[in-house]
């Protein structure tokens, strides 16, 4: 009996032991793998926030010298004559440059304040149909100018959405305008909304462009990342059109998502609750590698 219960005890303490032993591996291996995880988004995060400098830098420097140097142009006037188209052409070149800097700069302010929470939308029911017809309007010379088509396709009764009618605005010209600047010459943008059962509403942005591979969608939707980060790139963007819409939109209560392929195009959907359901709210997940794309 003695010889059993030792025994008995022996298998105990070695039982004991293993399991103590396996319980301090699963932890160490846990704390590496949140050490290794907290690394890899460290070096994420201080790659997107380099590219961001660097990209700030070119987006920012580039409007700015076309204002300087043109202004100095017309600051000469009195040195060397200048004909009335030039000084309307130079003219418009600054202020355009302006506009583009100035665009930047609000999108740098609204995700900031996004990210930080204080951020709010002046929310009431507003005619979808106008909201979209206001958008496709401001795009048409711009998608003239480059060589795409440009057209829609609504319901013949699209609902009323509760939400911020300016912001609303944004959310729609930040993917049509996307959508006209990565399609060639020759290409097409349709938006297309429809009224849901639910009472909600679904709007597409549909482009042939160059379209996106998943990865390139995840960048898509960092804040400050770009697809093509290189000063070569051929189309400039400050890389927050698609964070900011995705925020506003969520913070419509509803939710975006984005289909895309390489060389197909890409479709953007957005989904809009009906005003009895939604919930405005004043904070969005707008943080760098979300990733989500739908």
Not at 48 to 75: C, D, Q, W, Y
Not at 131 to 139: K, R
Request: aromatic content about 4%; overall charge negative; cysteine-free.
């Amino acid at each position: 009996m003695l010889s059993g219960t030792v025994g008995a005890g022996k298998g105990t303490t070695l039982m004991g032991e293993y399991s103590a032993l396996l319980a301090d591996s699963v932890l160490r291996h846990r704390a590496w793998l949140a050490e290794n995880t907290a690394r890899v988004e460290s070096e994420l995060a201080s790659k997107v926030k380099s590219e961001f400098i660097a990209n700030m830098s070119h987006e920012l420097r580039t409007p700015l010298n076309t204002v300087i140097g043109f202004a100095k142009l017309l600051g000469e006037y009195d040195k060397r004559r200048l004909k009335d188209t030039e000084v309307i052409e130079y003219a418009d070149l600054i202020r355009d440059a302006a506009t583009h800097l100035l665009a930047v700069i609000n999108d740098i302010l609204d995700i900031s304040k996004m990210q930080s929470g204080k951020y709010t939308l002046d929310a009431r029911e507003v005619d979808l149909g106008e909201i979209l017809q206001v958008v496709l309007a401001s795009h048409k010379l711009n998608a003239v100018e480059v060589g795409v088509l440009l057209s829609s396709r609504f319901d013949a009764e699209l609902p009323a959405v509760k939400g911020d009618p300016a912001k609303l605005i944004q959310v729609f010209s930040n993917l049509v305008s996307n959508a006209v600047k990565f399609t060639q010459p020759g290409g097409s943008v349709t938006v297309e909304a429809r009224a849901l059962p639910s009472g909600g509403a679904a709007i597409y942005v549909r482009d042939t462009g160059l379209g996106m591979t998943k990865e390139e969608v995840t960048v898509a939707l960092t804040p400050f990342a770009q697809v093509d980060a290189s000063h070569s790139r051929w189309r400039e963007g400050a890389g927050l059109g698609l964070p900011i819409a995705k925020a506003l939109v969520q913070l419509h209560g509803g939710s975006i998502e984005i289909r895309s392929a390489k060389s197909l195009g890409t479709e953007v959907a957005v989904l809009l609750p009906s005003p009895s359901e939604v919930s405005v709210t004043n904070t969005a997940d707008v943080l760098p590698g979300d990733g989500s794309a739908g």
